[in-house]
């Protein structure tokens, strides 16, 4: 932890809000160089923002990914027969 995180408390807090506003891209110039800075100098802040890209990264492509069509072929098979069973 860096000496301006214990100067402020903590990391949990503060800076990684700031952070997610860093990687989300909503910081003013000045403010992206203070996190910037402060991300080379803070192993902490600097671990936690790697560990955010990963999830982001995983996250972006998992959105990306499509079922295969036989499980839509499936699904509506799979209620078909169900409606069939119910009588509609």
Same mark, same amino acid.
Request: proline share 0%; glycine share 4%; with cysteine.
């Given at each position: 932890m860096s000496e +301006? %995180?214990?100067?402020i408390g903590d990391?949990?807090?503060?800076?990684?809000?700031r952070?997610?506003?860093y990687l989300d891209?909503?910081?003013?110039?000045?403010d992206l160089e203070e996190v910037k800075n402060h991300l080379g100098e803070c192993? +902490? %802040?600097?671990?936690e923002y790697d560990l955010e890209c990963i999830i982001r990264s995983v996250?972006?492509?998992?959105c990306s990914e499509k079922a295969p069509s036989t499980l839509k072929v499936s699904i509506m098979?799979?209620?078909s027969e169900i409606k069939v069973e119910a009588g509609h």
């Open positions: +301006d %995180c214990q100067k990391c949990e807090d503060t800076r990684i809000q952070l997610y506003e891209g909503a910081l003013t110039h000045q192993t +902490d %802040c600097s671990h996250v972006k492509r998992s098979a799979r209620i």
